[in-house]
């Protein structure tokens, strides 16, 4: 079973050429991966919204089960997960006993919106 697939890296590196301006190299490498050779969707111009769309479904649908929090920590990113997700993980109690610090809570509608729990949502 990999641990990381070649998929997800050229994810990356899509993004990264997207993030830089580079929006043919961006869509070259799209266009190289299964979108196009196994799912038959057509050439991705090289046009920002279409690639940045793009890389948001096929990361939710080849990664689907590749490792732990993928679509997660996706979601995330483009702030789409439903209200109330949390958006950080909590400290480790074992930890907070050492730093003496008081057990807390968060998530659902308890701390600040938009910084402990989500106030975006795909269904926007």
Same mark, same amino acid.
């Not at 649908?61 to 702030?79: A, W």
């Given at each position: 079973?990999?641990? *990381?697939?070649?998929?997800?890296?050229?994810? +990356?590196?899509?993004?990264?050429?997207?993030? @830089?301006?580079? !929006?043919?190299?961006a869509?070259?490498? /799209?266009?190289?991966?299964?979108?196009? @050779?196994?799912?038959?969707?057509?050439?991705?111009?090289?046009?920002?919204?279409?690639?940045?769309?793009?890389?948001?479904?096929?990361?939710?649908?080849?990664?689907? !089960?590749?490792g /732990?929090?993928?679509?997660? +920590?996706?979601?995330r990113?483009?702030?789409?997960?439903?209200?109330?997700?949390? !958006?950080? *993980?909590?400290?480790?109690?074992?930890?907070?006993?050492?730093?003496?610090?008081e057990?807390? @809570? +968060?998530?659902?509608?308890?701390?600040?919106?938009?910084?402990?729990?989500?106030?975006?949502?795909?269904?926007?």
């Amino acid at each position: 079973m990999p641990e *990381f697939y070649k998929a997800e890296n050229d994810y +990356f590196l899509a993004e990264a050429a997207l993030r @830089t301006g580079k !929006l043919q190299e961006a869509a070259d490498v /799209m266009n190289a991966s299964a979108r196009v @050779t196994r799912g038959n969707l057509p050439a991705l111009p090289a046009d920002a919204a279409q690639i940045t769309k793009a890389v948001h479904y096929e990361r939710m649908v080849e990664l689907m !089960l590749s490792g /732990m929090g993928v679509q997660y +920590f996706q979601m995330r990113k483009e702030n789409l997960l439903q209200q109330g997700t949390i !958006l950080h *993980f909590p400290i480790p109690g074992s930890q907070l006993d050492v730093m003496q610090m008081e057990y807390y @809570t +968060f998530g659902g509608s308890a701390g600040v919106a938009g910084q402990d729990y989500s106030n975006g949502g795909w269904n926007k």
